[in-house]
């Protein structure tokens, strides 16, 4: 049996999930903050950490800690 590997979804499309997460795959180099990502979409900094949170829990994307902050 081969194993198949699968490329996880991005969120559905015009959703804020999928705002947030284009936006970041089109800026990958970029280290913002939630208030500098919402300023730029033009959403409330919360609407950001429910559509990360989102995106995580359901596996779209994997959460990487920035080594600044810890392991």
Known sequence: M???TS???KPRKETISWRVVDFL???PA???TRHAIA???EIEP???DE???HVVS???NVRAVNSVYGP
Do not use: D
């Open 2 to 4: 081969s194993k198949q």
């Open 46 to 48: 919360v609407q950001v």
């Open 7 to 9: 490329t996880p979804k």
């Open 58 to 60: 359901t596996g779209t």
């Open 25 to 27: 795959e089109a800026n």
């Open 51 to 53: 559509a990360l949170r």
């Open 39 to 41: 300023e730029k979409i």
């Open 30 to 32: 970029e280290e913002l």
